[in-house]
DNA sequence: GCGACAG
DNA sequence: ATCTTGTCGC
């Protein structure tokens, strides 16, 4: 029974949102950020969640904060989590949100020094149906800046995989290249990044307390392919502690060759 | 109404 | 997100 969520779910979700709305930063916030080769920035953050293949209730949760602008991974956070909301178009937020406030919780509480200056968020920013992707969401909750980097077109507000729109991606020749994303509302949603001499560009969007063209530009500085560093060693990290656990030897709670030891409470 | 729809 | 091997190229 896998069906999509009743409508009066979604409306709740959908009111939650609103309300944390309200504390979206679309402005530089920190001296970094002003600085021609963000001079000041010695921590960046990237954040995912990996899931198994025939389970929809388990998946693992990785924060990473490496450093910049080397790009060596300083610390690491993978643990599997309970994943309750199921994905929805639009909702990505509260399917996945819960596990990284935590995670950065963690974080603050256990090394307060590697904190990171930004977080790369897989997924979106504005550019989403209600203004407000995962990675402001995240970023509300945590007030860390965040930026929303998403590998796919998020089709709202007008905007298409149509022939138009590949037609713009053709244009985009050399690295670094973008072209922005301008709903029919005529604001600017996002911006389209060519990231690597990959033909797919990666779709960048403000999350909290940084703006577009930084955020441009620092995702484009974390490139040594086409997902930036920090997201792709989260990716990396949380897939590859899914893929020992599932080599890790399978617990039966009631049956198995030896259980005689066990100390059966009955009523 | 139907289809499309980040991860 | 995940299912999936080799293979062509720098």
């Known amino acids: 029974m896998t069906g999509p969520p009743p409508a009066a779910i979604l409306s709740r979700w959908a009111r939650e949102q609103a309300r944390l709305k309200g504390g979206v930063v679309r402005e530089d916030t920190e001296e970094w950020q002003k600085e021609p080769s963000f001079a000041g920035l010695q921590r960046v953050g990237g954040v995912d969640l990996s899931y198994i293949k025939g389970d929809d209730s388990r998946a693992c949760a990785s924060l ?142 403000v999350g909290h307390r940084v703006s577009l063209e930084t955020a441009v530009r620092l995702v484009q500085s974390c490139c040594r392919y086409r997902i930036p560093e920090p997201i792709r060693q989260a990716d990396i990290r949380s897939r590859e502690y899914i893929r020992k656990q599932m080599c890790s030897p399978v617990k039966v709670p009631s049956s198995g060759p030896e259980r005689e030891e066990k100390a059966e409470v009955d009523d």
């Open 64 to 205: 990473v904060v490496l450093s910049y602008p080397g790009l060596e991974v300083l610390y690491e956070d993978c643990r599997m989590v309970a994943v309750s909301a199921p994905y929805v178009a639009g909702f990505l937020a509260f399917r996945e949100v819960p596990f990284l406030v935590e995670a950065v919780q963690r974080l603050q509480q256990e090394e307060p020094g590697l904190k990171p200056q930004v977080l790369l968020v897989d997924g979106n920013g504005l550019l989403h149906h209600r203004g407000f992707g995962v990675a402001c969401h995240l970023g509300v909750l945590t007030d860390l800046p965040c930026i929303g980097v998403a590998k796919n077109l998020l089709q709202v507000d007008g905007l298409a995989r149509d022939e138009l729109h590949r037609e713009q991606i053709r244009s985009l020749q050399r690295e670094g290249d973008t072209f922005p994303l301008t709903g029919t509302s005529g604001s600017v949603l996002g911006m389209a990044l060519r990231s690597c001499n990959s033909s797919k560009p990666l779709y960048i969007s």
